[in-house]
């Protein structure tokens, strides 16, 4: 396992890999696409429902990933690794766009449901949006700062304080009155949905986490190949 | 059987949707995009070595 840490190894052992996660992950949509569109609309919801299917899976794999970006930030950050680095640099990206997409499509399910399409005083919705404002500051930090390993270490300090917002998210609901209903997945009494919902929503959460692998994986390999590049050039203009 | 009558709710479900599936494909897109770029210049500048 820790020799998959070397960028060599790690391109070999990942390149036959790749058809396969990204084949999954198109094949588990499309049939998590279509078992969302076969369930019942909700007695309460309606059709709005649906929103759930893709709201709670963009919602998760945010999460996810900047717990990816935050413990390769650590790795980065302690041991100097550069393909952690490169592992946080590729998470933050579609770990930012699925977080804009939780909040784009819980503000779309938000405004027939509860009346609004934003409630400033909710703990999760806030918590939430400063999760996005973390992987943003991450990503503005590194592009500011031309010396890549100077950037990288100050983006992974960055990544490493947005971890102690991650059980904020998550408990948010729980330590304060909010709109947001509380957790229906991960409660110590099991799901508080029937199957006919929680099916289609677990397969379309698969689904987003093996997408985000598929991304987070090609773009790890695109950046230890792009630092070959910088590597190459960087020798050639000395050498010139 | 496939239930697409999202009335009265359809201008919430299908946007939600629809952003979703445009971020989903621009994110591949770019990523397959980035990938095809450096390999071919990691190959270019290799070849002229």
Known sequence: MFGLANPDRFLRFT??????????????LAAATWLAFAAPEDYQQGDTVRIMFVHVPAASVGLAAYAALGVSSFFALVFRHPLADAAAR?????????????????SLWGKPMWGAWWAWGDARLMSVLILFLFYLGYMALRASIDDETRAARAAAVLGLVGLVNLPI???????????HQPASLLRADGPAMPPVYLTPLLTMMAAWGLFFLAVWLTA????????RVVSIRARRALEA | MLDLDMSPYAGFVWPAWGVSA???????????????RWSAELKRLEAEE
């Open chain 1, 15 to 28: 390149r036959p890999l790749m058809p396969a996660v990204w084949g999954l992950a198109v094949m588990l």
């Open chain 1, 90 to 106: 590729a998470a933050a990206l579609p770990g930012a766009a699925f977080t804009a997409l939780a909040l784009i499509t819980g």
């Open chain 1, 169 to 179: 998210v998550k408990f948010s609901v729980d330590w304060w009155n909010t709109l």
């Open chain 1, 220 to 227: 790890i390999r695109t950046e230890i190949v792009r630092r």
């Open chain 2, 22 to 36: 445009v971020v989903l494909g621009a994110l591949a897109a770019r990523a397959g995009m980035a990938a095809r």
